[in-house]
């Protein structure tokens, strides 16, 4: 290598977001990662309802509604008779009561059962834990005494760090 290539080539010096930034941040990569991980197990509890060929989610619009709920604990507690378990329909969803039962016919084996009583009371302590809107309204409050910087100031500040891949290429080439 010779002196003059490495004389040229300078390090580029990081940038370090403020403590404000860096918590800001902590905050929205935790409550994504709780978003993500509540969405995990709604996937599950989806295909634990596959392979009992119950076809819930193709009649309600949110699988762990007030009235799914229900109905999947029925369903875990061991209650198997479609005709009873559309009855836990609320508000709206009684009018699609013909069609959940029609959803609501399959075999759901013991082993399913079990998978959905564990994942309902995994979501059920994750909700009762930690509450994601409580991290929405700190990461978004206006009058937050705790951050300098909101989330929307939090997505521009991000790009407008330096692209240290392309500054390292620009130096590389001089």
């Known amino acids: 290598m010779d002196s003059q290539a490495s004389s040229s080539w300078t390090p580029q010096s990081k940038v370090i977001p403020d403590r404000n930034q860096r918590e800001l941040r902590e905050l929205v990569r935790y409550r994504r990662s709780i978003i993500e991980e509540r969405a995990r197990q709604h996937n599950r509890i989806q295909k634990v309802l596959e392979g009992a060929t119950i076809k819930l989610g193709s009649v309600v619009s949110d699988i762990m509604g007030v009235s799914s709920r229900d109905m999947l604990r029925a369903i875990a507690n061991g209650e198997d008779d479609p005709e009873k378990l559309a009855n836990f329909a609320r508000r709206t969803m009684k009018r699609k009561k013909d069609d959940l039962e029609l959803a609501l016919q399959g075999y759901v084996n013991p082993h399913q059962r079990l998978m959905i009583k564990t994942i309902l009371t995994h979501i059920d302590f994750g909700s009762s834990s930690v509450d994601e809107s409580m991290l929405t309204g700190v ?15 939090l997505k521009v500040s991000a790009t407008s760090f330096p692209d240290s891949t392309s500054a390292s290429k620009k130096h590389q080439f001089q």
């Not at 990461?139 to 100031?153: A, K």
């Open 139 to 153: 990461i978004s409050n206006d009058n937050n005494p705790l951050f300098g910087m909101h989330y929307e100031d």
